[in-house]
């Protein structure tokens, strides 16, 4: 089986490069080779391929400076997963996509489900929310997997944002008032991996939209504790943190208070679950160098 794989350097592409390779053979396009804000050039890699499976790892992922820059947010979320879609579909092929709890305003007291009316706040949330609608007004076999909240040993992330900072400051002043799951892309990945196998094995589910984020739920602070107590377990200095309101700390592009997805329907069509927040972050932290 060949996988081709638009996104290269990200999170969940490098997991996934980690992880698919005892399935087919990897194409793996990044920036360099495949720019998603050329509509063309998608198409000529495409059919060049003829890949039997194309995973879309990559996104403009810049919240804040989408909002500066909607017209090449939606090139990579909107228009891009869409012609992805429609070369899956003439190849008779799967598309695999991600997408985000930011298709959501946050407003909503319980988790949210996958037929719940999405309402983005930003350009972000909006882009990324067209980019689901291009895909599924093709018609053709896909899975759009929304998560939360990605964290990784690499890139930038919260995880290496706060293990810096908490090592450097002797205080710092963290939103306690958003409420999500952080969640690893090793499980995003390896979530990924299973699906295809039961794709490959015939045991597929209903194509469509799903939620996929690790189980439980924490606010930026919880998660900043729990990246904290890691740290002081390997005899690590540690800043002292201190909740503060969303509006504490204002910033471009707003975010939804309520983050939390519920991942039930994936584990029903698909039998794939997830870790919960915590146990995936010692997995995590036990990978990283």
Known sequence: MRILISGQHGQVSRELQRRLGGLGELI????????LAQPEQIRQHVQKLRPDL???A?????VDQAESEPELAFAINATAPGIL????RELDIPLI????????DGSKAAP???DD??????????????????????????LILRTSWVYSTHGRNFLLTMQRLLQEKPELRIVADQIGAPTWAGTIASSTVALIERWQAGQAGAWGTYHLTAQGETSWFGFAQAIGDALRAQGKPCATLLPIPSSDYPTPAARPL?????CTRLQREWGVSQPDWQTALRECLAEQP
């Open 28 to 35: 793996v396009l990044g920036r360099d080779q495949l720019d």
């Open 54 to 56: 194309i995973i879309n």
């Open 58 to 62: 990559a996104a403009h992922t810049a």
């Open 85 to 88: 879609a429609r070369e899956a």
């Open 97 to 104: 996509h991600y997408s985000t709890d930011y298709v959501f």
């Open 112 to 114: 949210y489900n996958e």
């Open 117 to 142: 009316a999405p309402n983005p706040l930003g350009v972000y949330g909006k882009s990324k929310l067209a980019g689901e609608h291009a895909i599924t007004e093709v018609q053709g076999q896909h």
């Open 258 to 262: 309520n983050s939390r997805l519920d």
